[in-house]
């Protein structure tokens, strides 16, 4: 009769150890819906653990005083267990909202830098930009200046030549051909201006776009670097 209350003891003790790691583990793999499960797990466990206990107290007492207090002490280290069991309980749910929390300010954080990552890119498409703006206004006037001096170089090219057309008439065939000696040394300086003004506009126009490309360049950078940010941060928050 010992042997086999002792059996039975232990085995409904192990029933009731059962159910807790069940609930422990479903408690430790269920984040989203955590408390509510925790505290349908403590009630399933506190009825089961009374239902137990009535049937240990309902069992027949055919045995003698020795067997009652052995009795008495496993369901005191069975009371015991279910505290112990509550307690591990309530611990994992209080890691659970921790863990929810941490998790919430962590996706604070990451909302915070995407922003401030979206800020700074609008801020250098703006710069990017009035800085466009600027050089298309400069190469406007520039372009403008340069019209108005070719004008002028007509107009004063024109006048000259009516003036050496006057007095190519009035002078001798010496003069006329030092005329034209004149007339070639100019028209050499003119196309050496003309060429100097197009290496000018070459030049500024290879400017213009090296300065784009590095304005691209730099901006492709700070996209790369922040989507490596992101990624990392992204790899943490899985770890």
């Known amino acids: 009769m010992r042997y086999n209350l002792q059996q039975q003891q232990q085995h409904q003790q192990q029933q009731q150890l059962q159910p807790t790691a069940e609930n ?10 955590g408390s509510s499960s925790s505290k349908v797990a403590a009630k399933s466990l506190v009825a089961h653990s009374k239902e137990k206990e009535k049937k240990v107290s309902a069992f027949p007492n055919k045995t003698h005083k020795g067997n009652k207090r052995q009795q008495t002490l496993q369901q005191q280290k069975l009371q015991q267990q279910t505290l112990q069991q509550q307690k591990l309980q309530q611990q994992t749910l209080q890691q659970q909202k921790l863990q929810q929390q941490t ?17 700074q890119q609008t801020l250098q498409q703006q710069t990017l930009q009035q800085q466009t703006l600027q050089q298309q206004k400069l ?14 170089l007509q107009q004063q090219t024109l006048q000259q030549q009516t003036l050496q057309q006057q007095t190519l008439q009035q002078q001798t065939l010496q003069q006329q051909t030092l005329q034209q000696q004149t007339l070639q040394q100019q028209t050499l300086q003119q196309q050496t201006l003309q060429q100097q003004t197009l290496q000018q506009q070459t030049l500024q126009q290879q400017t213009l776009q090296q300065q784009t490309l590095q304005q691209q360049t730099l901006l492709r950078s700070l996209a790369a670097a922040a989507a490596i940010r992101d990624n990392a941060k992204q790899k943490e928050t899985k770890n």
């Not at 422990?24 to 819906?33: F, I, L, N, P, V």
């Not at 604070?108 to 979206?118: C, D, E, H, M």
């Open 24 to 33: 422990c583990g479903a408690m430790r793999h269920s984040s989203s819906s």
């Open 103 to 119: 998790l919430q300010q962590q996706t604070l954080q990451q909302q915070k830098l995407q922003q401030q990552t979206l800020q």
């Open 139 to 152: 190469q406007q006037q520039t372009l403008q200046q340069q019209k108005l001096q070719q004008q002028k």
